[in-house]
């Protein structure tokens, strides 16, 4: 990469108060040396603008407080804006470094993100959306502009802003966009009448002998986790883990999981929804046929805990073909979906 001289004050007068969070320990690294930004630059084959360099400087990556952007141009994270959930160190230590394990480098030759630029920062969605820093107007060593790029979309581009600098002094906490009445009317919606996931769909006919209004019953299940929450998301809560027992159980009438990973993740490489998986019935439309019935993101530590709880509750059990509910438990399970049609 160049060795010319890196221009500086790029963010004179800036307010950094409240800017980062202070839980973005996977993000962050300490600042820089010049042998550092050097093998970094050399690795991603790009040169970094100067205002990126000059941020890590001042804070190596990390999570922001200021976590959104302003749109005019819907995306798939939202109509008027994209939410940021950290933006990477330079660096190769952090998880989600530029050359981490994570990385801008891992994004591109795991996840298919296209070679003409740099991603820098992540959305909540786990990896199917990334900002990037596109050079392919200014070459290489250029000034690159702002991109969203939607993994999901067939990595479809989007244009967010003109330079570095203007994307992070755009920064707006999440405040800025909440519409509490909105998002539970959207929410509702998505519950009430987003396409079932393929996997979903195919494991309601297979029970339907059992379950016969099972996609009502999946559905209002649903609406009760958006009218506790205000919107569609899971977490540790009792619902959300009446919701983790039910999507297993739709599950086990497909097939039996051999451990914890092969119950909640896809395979690698895997571009259908023939193989089921608890990350290709809830959280992400990241194969063919996209789904409605979605959260559009998840923090999978949360279903890992559930699977821990369920081991220790006995609920869970390993056989010799694999992991599965008791007989017990799987007939509760099935009786409380019953009874959501006939409350």
Known sequence: MSSRVRTTGHFDGFDFEGFWTDWGDSYHEDPPTDDQLAAVEAKLGFRLPDAYVELARIYNGGTPHRSCFPMTE???WAENHIMVDGIYAIGEKA???LV???GSLHMR???GYPSWGVGFADTPTGGHEQLMLDYRDCGPEGEPTVVYVDQEDDYSVTFVAPDFVSFIKGLVEE???LDPQRDLENALLTVRHGSLSPIIARALQTCVDRLPQGEPAIRRLG???VEAKGFFALHADELSYRLYDSMFWLYSCLATARSREDYLYCAAGQDNYDRPCYELMLPHRTVA???GFCTGGWAPAFLE???ENRLADGSLIETANGFQFTSAKAAQVLMDLQQLTTD
């Open 289 to 291: 046929d996209p789904y």
């Open 95 to 97: 998880t989600y470094s």
């Open 100 to 102: 981490g394990e994570l």
């Open 223 to 225: 609406e009760q986790v």
């Open 109 to 111: 030759d795991e996840w």
């Open 74 to 76: 819907p995306t798939g």
């Open 305 to 307: 805990d559930w699977w």
């Open 175 to 177: 405040d800025e966009f």
